[in-house]
């Protein structure tokens, strides 16, 4: 708790100088791919699916800046077919992967050019997932799995393309590292300055 008391003391007085300086926000909403990473087959045999999100901030000095950003990615992984003891079947149960990240990264520059600029991100945060066993209807299948906050960095690179003064797309790939629940998400975003 600490840390993030100083971290928003920190913040603050840097705000205010974007402020002064009149530095826009920016408000992001993007959706596209993600490799969620498990346990059992790690990044390499991961689930391939979808995410979306958004983040929200601005730069406070004409190269760094700071976000805010949620994320939801969820995926479907067959399991192994299994034999029912009670019912005397056999089944293919499905495993539904729910997982949520919140958090927020700095944002450095690195090359501009008269419609946009290529930046790198490094961040922290969270993430949650839940886990869901379905079967067939009168098998009995593991009840819903919540597994707690897991605390994490991310880190990543894109491109703000502005194609008006107010609007933007932003191609984007990053890396959350968690333990147990880390992922990667490939996407596109619509991008809205003031």
């Not at 079947?89 to 520059?109: D, N, Q, Y």
Request: aromatic share 18%; net charge negative.
């Amino acid at each position: 708790m600490k840390r993030l008391i100083l971290l928003v003391l920190f913040l603050l007085p840097l705000t205010a100088m974007a402020q002064e300086q009149h530095y826009p926000w920016i408000l992001t909403g993007f959706g596209g791919g993600s490799r969620l990473c498990t346990v059992d087959g790690g990044c390499g045999g991961g689930l391939n699916t979808y995410a979306i999100g958004g983040s929200f901030g601005r730069y406070f000095t004409p190269r760094w800046g700071f976000e805010i950003e949620g994320l939801y990615s969820p995926a479907d992984e067959i399991e192994p077919e299994r034999f029912d003891d009670f019912t005397g079947v056999f089944f293919t149960p499905v495993l539904h992967h729910t997982r949520i990240w919140g958090g927020g990264a700095f944002l450095g520059k690195l090359a501009t050019w008269d419609s946009g600029e290529f930046f790198i991100a490094i961040g922290f945060g969270g993430a949650v997932e839940r886990l869901n066993e379905t079967a067939p209807e009168g098998i009995f299948v593991q009840p819903p799995q919540d597994i707690g906050i897991k605390p994490g960095v991310c880190g990543g690179a894109g491109i703000n393309w502005w194609f008006s003064q107010h609007w933007g797309i932003r191609p984007e790939a990053r890396f959350y590292g968690l333990s147990e629940i880390s992922f990667f998400r490939y996407t596109v975003g619509l991008s809205y300055k003031f």
